[in-house]
């Protein structure tokens, strides 16, 4: 194996971030990726909050090879912001995604340090990051594997994007999920999850606990071990294709030891798995399903009766968890998967629910690899030919619809729809503003608005409907 730096039996967490490239990289291999990615990038929306901009944005890229493989990395700063993707630190993540696809170097790396979508930047940042995932898994899809070692805490949008490679593990110490405690305790109370209890935060998203519960690898915090462990990874990849059917098995085996139990492993008490029942369809949607034909009992899918438009229902008045994923795949697999390309099928993703599921039995089972997964299918699907397109019919909600509808190729939204990237609480604890102020805040701000054109503003949104009537929709059949 050839020689690296000296810095390579240092800890990761120890290292700066302009030293963990070097330190995981043979000797003298580190490069500059191109005049685009390398160019400062300097957050435009962070001196509004008295906050410096950092020129990186939070993450550095470059070239380098691993015992002599060509590599794109990815390190995130967890030093600034916490490591927040905002949207110029995303939109590095998309370009170099699609760099790769146009190079195929032998793997993407990331040096995961992130606590998800940047709070003082939510719009522009939940778009860039959505985007971000599905071009990591175009790019798996077309054959170059994407590794991501979590060497600080990877939380929010991020873990999902995490999870979406290949293979992901975490060094020791660090901690992994979708929803943080305090997120937990905030929204379910202390009775579920006591955030300062640092024994429970540990059994649930610790890296030891993540690791015996088959969902993450576990490496030590060293760069050897970070080395050994891509060089493990490149030789292992699969087609995102065996992945997904794999991954499918693999999470349905999870949830159905869940519900056998009655309990998470990760907690003392018992938990029930309540079983999946979808509510009412909104009324909203009333006529663009009037004619259309349910292809599951569960009536996650319907058909029009032309037959190469499908509509997937949303989660409406619930949220979308382990269960819901698991079934909507699951369905999404059997009917479309298999899908001819010259048949070119438009699949409609829907979205309108309460957002993912924020609970700790989620967080037990990994609730990031279910979205993470679902957001796979997709773009399976897209690889096979299938369609994606858009619909924001009512609410647009963290990291459901960054994993869902942000997805699709092309969406539209019906103009009372709201896009609900950092809920009130969240945005309270960031602006410190008084309560009317914050409340105008959340309706009239291009970053931080909920209605649906302000995120619109940031071209997440292509067109902005009076309904969803089928013959705007769909014109023609």
Same mark, same amino acid.
């Given at each position: 194996?050839? %020689?690296?730096?000296?810095?390579?039996?240092?800890?990761?967490?120890?290292?700066?971030?302009?030293? #963990?490239?070097?330190?995981?990289?043979?000797?003298?291999? $580190?490069?500059?990726?191109?005049?685009?990615?390398?160019?400062?990038?300097?957050?435009?929306?962070?001196?509004?909050?008295?906050?410096?901009? /950092?020129?990186? &944005?939070?993450?550095?890229?470059?070239? =380098?090879?691993?015992?002599?493989?060509? %590599?794109?990395?990815?390190? /995130?700063?967890?030093?600034?912001?916490?490591?927040?993707?905002?949207?110029?630190?995303? &939109?590095?993540?998309?370009?170099?995604?699609?760099?790769?696809?146009?190079? !195929?170097?032998?793997?993407?790396?990331?040096?995961?340090?992130?606590?998800? $979508?940047?709070?003082?930047? *939510?719009?522009?940042?939940?778009? =860039?990051?959505?985007?971000?995932?599905?071009?990591?898994?175009?790019?798996?899809?077309? @054959?170059?594997?994407?590794?991501?070692?979590?060497?600080?805490?990877?939380?929010?949008?991020?873990?999902?994007?995490?999870?979406? *490679?290949?293979?992901?593990?975490?060094?020791?110490? $660090?901690?992994? @999920?979708?929803?943080?405690? =305090?997120?937990?305790?905030?929204?379910?109370? !202390?009775?579920?999850?006591?955030? #300062? &209890?640092? =024994?429970?935060?540990? !059994?649930?998203?610790?890296?030891?606990?993540?690791?015996?519960?088959?969902?993450?690898?576990?490496?030590?915090?060293?760069?050897?071990?970070? #080395?050994?462990?891509?060089? !493990?990874?490149?030789?292992?990849?699969?087609?995102?294709?065996?992945?997904?059917?794999?991954? /499918?098995?693999?999470?349905?085996a999870r949830l159905a030891d869940a519900v056998s139990a009655g309990t998470s492993a990760a907690m003392s008490a018992p938990t029930e798995v309540a079983p999946l029942s979808l509510p009412p369809l909104p009324q909203n949607l009333a006529s663009l399903y009037a004619n259309a034909v349910p292809v599951d009992p569960a009536g996650w899918l319907a058909r029009l009766p032309a037959g190469r438009t499908w509509l997937c229902r949303p989660a409406g008045a619930a949220t979308f968890g382990p269960r819901e994923a698991q079934s909507l795949d699951s369905v999404l697999l059997a009917s479309l998967a298999a899908a001819a390309p010259d048949a070119a099928p438009t699949l409609v993703l829907i979205g309108d629910s309460r957002g993912h599921e924020v609970s700790l039995l989620a967080e037990s089972l990994c609730v990031s690899q279910y979205l993470a997964q679902h957001a796979a299918v997709l773009a399976l699907l897209r690889a096979r030919g299938v369609v994606l397109r858009g619909l924001l019919s009512g609410v647009g909600h963290s990291a459901e619809f960054f994993s869902h509808v942000l997805q699709a190729q092309t969406i539209d939204a019906l103009v009372e729809a709201r896009v609900v990237a950092m809920e009130p609480a969240a945005l309270a604890r960031v602006t410190r503003l008084p309560q009317a102020d914050l409340a105008a805040l959340i309706e009239n701000d291009p970053l931080l608005g909920h209605p649906v054109r302000h995120f619109a503003r940031w071209a997440g949104i292509a067109d902005l409907l009076p309904d969803a009537n089928p013959a705007r929709l769909f014109p023609g059949g």
């Open positions: 194996m050839p %020689l690296h730096g000296p810095a390579s039996t240092v800890p990761l967490c120890a290292l700066t971030l302009a030293q #963990r490239i070097p330190a995981v990289a043979d000797r003298g291999s $580190v490069r500059p990726v191109n005049a685009s990615l390398d160019a400062p990038r300097p957050s435009p929306h962070l001196a509004r909050w008295g906050i410096a901009p /950092q020129d990186d &944005d939070g993450i550095v890229v470059a070239r =380098a090879t691993i015992d002599g493989a060509p %590599l794109l990395i990815a390190a /995130q700063d967890e030093r600034f912001l916490g490591g927040s993707a905002g949207a110029n630190h995303a &939109d590095t993540l998309r370009r170099l995604f699609e760099l790769a696809g146009a190079e !195929r170097p032998a793997a993407v790396v990331i040096l995961a340090a992130s606590g998800g $979508v940047r709070l003082h930047e *939510a719009n522009p940042a939940e778009w =860039a990051l959505a985007r971000a995932l599905a071009a990591l898994l175009d790019l798996r899809a077309a @054959g170059v594997p994407v590794l991501v070692a979590g060497v600080a805490d990877v939380f929010g949008g991020a873990s999902v994007l995490a999870c979406a *490679a290949a293979r992901i593990a975490l060094i020791s110490g $660090v901690r992994l @999920g979708l929803s943080g405690p =305090a997120v937990i305790e905030t929204a379910r109370g !202390r009775k579920e999850l006591d955030a #300062r &209890d640092t =024994a429970t935060v540990a !059994r649930v998203f610790g890296a030891e606990a993540r690791a015996a519960a088959g969902h993450v690898e576990l490496i030590a915090d060293s760069a050897d071990s970070v #080395r050994r462990w891509i060089v !493990r990874g490149i030789e292992e990849a699969t087609s995102l294709a065996a992945w997904v059917q794999a991954t /499918q098995v693999r999470l349905a």
